[in-house]
């Protein structure tokens, strides 16, 4: 390959999706080109980020070959604006013929029969999959340490995590492996690792996006979102995903207002007539120094085009990590009970000598298959969960939930969205949070109260800490008005790069990316 | 050990039972309660699946809104205030034949609460059964345990799961205390799950075979010394699959536990098992701690909302419930009130009333179904349904009668006929030539020689004694090949002895 088409690459993998798909509609570059860049970039990445789990090489490009050649019989009409641009997928979501693990030992080799419908969806646009990322197994952590495969590495700073459980996701989109990625976010899984590694990362509404086909870690807090490198491109992922599905019970059966087009208007960076509601509750004392000082900086912004920033307070918000780590693992440990050994995935005989039964084979897989997180947790919500206990926990936690829920319908009385640092501080290294499992938990003390109101809320890049890492400045929509983030946010995000001079990922040391150039 | 019993006449002296049911019954959908994997009876193991019903990674059940409508139909037919919102809860428990390791199941939201049922007794009696609550869940699948005895799973190889079952929609009736039975009440509880049967046979919404599962019950039961005592401890006795196995529980329970109950024993809370083979029920696990189910709402389903206006137009298309039906069906045919319990005992409730809307009066068609009919089935060892003869044939033969073409012996003859698949009773009456002489000529000779080779029976018939006029008749029939008019021939004689 010459030195002038390495370069090709390298402008093509740093594009935004928005950008490549243009490229795709004007015929100046084919969805195999931008899936062999990628994969190139992930060879070339992949000692030392361990985004993926899976590499779905093959696939990848026979999607691709799919698409270009529809494209070229004038068949992509209509398509969503994203078709053929490739994207990564965290490995808790099911993908028909490819290996979905959820980083556990419990489901390795398992290949599922079926598509989730996100992915049905993104098939049906001829979005390429690049493979799998890696995460927390289950979901279940905030740093992907928790991985029973591997651990990724934060591109900013390759001693450090990611932020969890979507660091693969994450870490995929922030090294330019893909341009996008899916997650799942049940307290924090997506905006977390976002703003640790200077990504977007959006919760949806509960119910915008289908669950069917995402591997339930805690049903009523779980949703599947974008991961980005920019707001637009979220929006138009998201728009792709969303939408009522007949297989989800819990799925919002409306139409929802247009986020891509809220976004488009965020752009022109004019915020006139818009109330942000700052979170009292979360920010300032137990927030990083350089984390606060970002997202001051960033309310500033807000002001300067226009906004109107009130002080709101959500006063049971104090209470929202208590009741998300009731609520959170009785669902676990009620999710989890099916990976028994008995139809598929692992499966452990007893060791000799031992009854052979079921439920000895059922121990002796768990115990296997399970890491330490994972199993502390089921046993938090088998206990929640238990009779005598039920009523003190989990029925108080679910209290508290109604609790939350009315604080965020008071606040958005006085606001049309409230704002907080999306993380206390900026990504750890490997190792430091690992042995201190409620330390760790107070990563998501700012994302979890969105998960339990169901409201949509979305993690943008605000700069860097002192530190040099990547802060999160994060925005809260009434439930079902998604549109009404994305619009700040893109004017936030247009701000930001006006005042750095472009987008905060180009100022990130990529040697991988050099070394291809060579 | 075997347990000793008391006479049960004694243990009804001596005791109050209190018992109660908890009946399943398999609703059928075409498909599953949560997902469309489609249901059908035998079929090849593990062929009716989706994700969705074997529990994979990422699945979510979606309700079977017609499973809804059926327990709604259900609901108003056990008198049941319909919750406006019910919830599904996850009843978590480990079986290899459960996809996700819990049960879909209602909880404190059931969809059917607060009802009763009046069941009508072998004697006519009347007693009603309060209903605690009708709820929905689904069923898990079927293990077959390979390499044991009998097929148990003590000492099996191994076993077999076959998850075509899993997800059917079941609903679980549960009663309340059933009190005041006293001696009779395996007689109740035989005829509340009857009942029972028949309405949701009614409704249509359940096949309701007993053999084939789709319909079961745990009996509980409990004895205490007065009906002002609290309630005894209970056994409960799973899964008994037929009627006169859930009364010949209910009459070996309450013959076991007085016996304990009387030597000063303890009666252990505990589920049994009705053993057919033995006729006796068996202690399985003891409850010494209560199962922990973990139930909280399952956070995949919306609650189920029903307005009140759905109910309103379920309840407007209700078909007649069977003892409605009954009572009219009685009041038409105008039949006695034992006729009538025969007939449902005999389930021929039916066939008289299609052999009736053929044509046939209904006097005749009862006649036919449990009188000859009746008799051959029972010879054959078949149900009245499993006769190779319609109510329509069984109606034109009955015409046939009526008009004075056959007489009885004819018309079994030709009834015979059919069964043997000889055709439609008018084809078999064609091929046999089958024909009631009325002709007075030949009758008259037929009566003339009869009398006239029995002279000593003929002075009886003059002298006014009548019990030998079978035996001329039988003559005449002889003569005449089966095929004379009984009546036209006993006319005859009388004639003929008084011109004699």
Redesign the interface.
Known sequence: MSSQDNSRLNDLVTLSAAEMAEKIQHNEVSSRELVESELKVIESAEPSIQAFLHVSKDEALKQADAFDKKHAAGETEGLPELAGVPIAIKDM??TKGIE?T?ASKI?QG?V???D?TVITKIKAAGMPILGKTNLDEFAQGSSTEHSAYTTTHNPWDTERVPGGSGGGSASAVASFEAPLALGTDTGGSIRQPGALTGTVGVKPTYGGVS??????M???LDQIGPVSRTVLDSALLHELIGGYD?????SIPKSLPSIVKAAREGQKMDLKGMKVGLIKEISGEGFQPGVQARFDEALKALENMGAEVVEVSCPHLSYALGAYYIIMP??V??NL??Y?G???GLRVMPPEGTDQT??NM?AATREAGFGDEVKRRIILG?YA???GY?DAW?GSAQKVRTLIIRDYENAFKQCDVLVSPTSPSTAFKFGEKMNDPLTMYLEDVATIPANLAGVPAMSIPAGLSDDGLPVGFQFFAPQMRDDLMYKPAAALEAALDQSRGGPMLQSMKTPWLESLAK | MADTLMKFADAVKKYDPVFGLEVHVELSTNTKLFCPAHIEFGGEPNSQLTPVSLGLPGSLPVVNKTAIDYAIKLGLALHCDIAEWSQFARKNYFYPDMPRDYQISQYDKPLNGNGYLDVELDDGEMFRVPIERAHVEDDAGKNTHVGGADGRIEGADHSLCDYNRAGVPLIEIVTKPVEGAGARAAEIAGAYVRTIRDIVRALNISHARMEQGNMRADVNISLRKTPQDPLGTRSETKNVNSFKGIEKTLVYEIRRQAAILDKGGEILQETRHWDEASQTTAGGRVKSDANDYRYFPDPDLVMVHVTKSHIDELAAHMPEMPRERRARLKAEWKFSDLEMRDAVNAGALDLIEETVKAGSDAAGARKWWMGELSRIANEQGVSLEELSITPQDVADVQNLVTAGKLNDKLAKQTVAGVLAGEGTPAEVVAKHNYQVVSDDGALESAVTEALDKNPDIADKLRSGNMKPMGAIIGAVMRATHGQADAKAVSKIVMQKIHQG
């Open positions: 979501i099911v979905t959820a489901l398992w599922p029969p079926y989730a669950r069917f086909g995402a591997i339930a805690a049903s009523s007949e297989h989800d019970s819990t009785s669902e440990s009620s009970a099916r028994d008995m139809r598929y079921a439920a059922m088998t969960l238990s009779a039920y989990y």
